[in-house]
Each structure stands twice: as C-alpha cells, then as structure tokens.
C-alpha cells in the first residue's frame, strides 16, 4: 500500500510540475507580440483591449469582453475567447493553438500555427456559425442603414512577408434586411434574403470573386474589387453587377422609376446592370 503511495505520490508531482511546464510554453507573448505588431502596421488607431485574462485547464487561456478599437469606436466585441495549446507543439518553434470564440450571439472556432517565438509567421484557418450582423458594431456604426441577417462562413489567413499576406473567405448569410434611412426608389426595407460570397484580401486590396443573393424581391450578383486605405471609409470602390427584379418588387418598381426609365420586357430577365464607384464613405452608383 504505502508502495502505490509512493507510486502515486510521484504521478501527481509530475502532472503538477507539466501543468507549470505547459503554462511556461505556451505562447502568449508571441500571440501578444503578433497582434500588438500586426494592428500597428494594418492601423496605428487600432487598439484591443480585455476585461479579463485568466488561465484555463486543460491549459489555456480564457478572455472575456476583448474588444477591437478603432480610435476609440468599438468595432467589434468578442464576449469569450479561449485559446488552448496543442501539447505536442509547445516545446517546438512552430507552435499551434486552437481557439474557440462567442460573437455576436454566434461561434468562431479554428486554429493558429504560430512561427517563430516572436511570431514571425501565422497562418490562421476558422469557420464561423450563426453570427448576427446587427451585433457587429462596425456594422451598427453606419448610421445610413441598419442590416439584419446570419452569418455563416469559414476564412483561412497566412500572413507571409509583406505584400504575400493572404486572407480567403467563404461566407453565406441568409435572412438578410436592410432598412435604409433615405428613400431608394420609394423603399426603405430591402429584402435580400440569401447572399453566398467567395472574397479574397491582402494588405492594399480585397476581390469579391463572387457574391449571388437572392431573395423575395431580386436576385443578382456583384463583383469587382475595394482598394483598402486609411481610414476605411477612404478605401475605393470599383464593382459592378447585375440584379433581377422578381415580380413583387416589379410591381413597386413601376410606381416609382419614371416611363422609359427601364425596358419593362426584359427587367426581370436580363435585368439591371449596375456600377459602384467612389468610397465607402460616398459610394456612386450608376446603371447602364
């Protein structure tokens, strides 16, 4: 018996001191390091910040209210983020991390492999679930409109060196609804419906490969690109598309778009083409 003490004695001793061991390893500095760099270069507005900062078992770290600041605007604010190690990586220089996270009433779950015990290369792959636009801020901080809907999608990120930095992005959104301030064509609801995106974004720039929604009152597709600048609202806009009326929207359509305006036998055909210039501040839209 006092043998199986001994035995157990020493199994206790060896889980606490890896416990210690894991703690020690785990990169939190380079995690720090990695984002205190990363929003300095991408923004020197850009600012993060967390309530709380707590150690986890299995071996982790738990944060709470961490939230993204742009010069004082919040633009996004994750409740809960854990982040827990891969034990088999910890003692080597390229070490991986999974992560869990509550946004916006919804989920992100992936995984980091970090490089370099400064960070000096991460790549990042991520699904996200059931996401609610209207709980985004950057997206409330638009005063032009409010935009209701679920986001779902999955990103995957590698930073490279400089102008090799790549984002991919998947993404579906459904019951989508925007309601307008000012009066477009006599409408303020606009019913989108279902949106399937495939973007592709480095540091200067961001391709919208493809982007089809359809809802109960059009369907279309946009496409283009947006050339990212500081601030954001500066960033240029250069896309265009093509968008359906279906009969509902049609119908209101005639009231308000004046005789001639649009060859009403082909509008729910062919449809409408459409140009978006400008900035996202003062986009310009043209048809043709």
Do not use: C
């Not at 990103?155 to 102008?163: K, L, P, Q, R």
């Not at 961001?206 to 009152?217: A, E, H, N, Q, Y």
């Not at 609202?233 to 001639?260: C, H, M, V, W």
């Amino acid at each position: 018996m006092a043998h199986m003490k001994t035995i157990f004695a020493y199994l206790v001793y060896a889980a606490a001191i890896t416990v210690v061991l894991l703690y020690l390893q785990f990169p939190a500095d380079a995690l720090k390091s990695y984002v205190d760099h990363r929003l300095a270069s991408a923004d020197p507005s850009l600012t993060l910040a967390t309530e709380t900062i707590r150690p986890a078992i299995p071996p982790g770290l738990t944060m709470t209210g961490v939230a993204l600041y742009q010069e004082g605007t919040r633009l996004v604010l994750f409740d809960k983020l854990r982040i827990v190690p891969n034990l088999r990586t910890l003692l080597k220089s390229n070490k991986k991390v999974n992560f869990t996270a509550r946004v916006a009433e919804g989920s992100i779950a992936g995984w980091a492999i970090i490089e370099g015990n400064r960070a000096e290369h991460l790549q990042v792959e991520a699904d996200l679930s059931d996401i609610q636009l209207e709980g985004i801020d950057l997206i409330k901080a638009d005063t032009r409109f409010t935009v209701t809907g679920i986001l779902t999608g999955h990103v995957n990120h590698d930073d490279g060196s400089g102008a090799a930095e790549t984002t991919n992005a998947t993404m579906g959104l459904s019951d989508v609804q925007i309601t307008l301030q000012d009066e477009f064509f006599g409408m303020r609801d606009i019913v989108v419906g279902k949106v399937d995106a495939t973007l592709a974004a480095n540091r200067k720039s961001l391709r919208i490969k493809s982007l089809d929604f359809d809802g109960p009152m059009a369907q279309g597709k946009i496409g283009g690109s947006i050339d990212l600048r500081q601030p954001l609202g500066q960033s240029r806009l250069n896309l265009s598309g093509n968008a359906k009326p279906k009969p509902a929207l049609f119908a209101r359509l005639q009231d308000t778009i004046p005789a001639g305006f649009f060859d009403a036998r082909t509008l729910g055909t062919i449809g409408i083409n459409f140009a978006i210039r400008g900035s996202i501040e003062n986009p310009q839209a043209s048809m043709r």
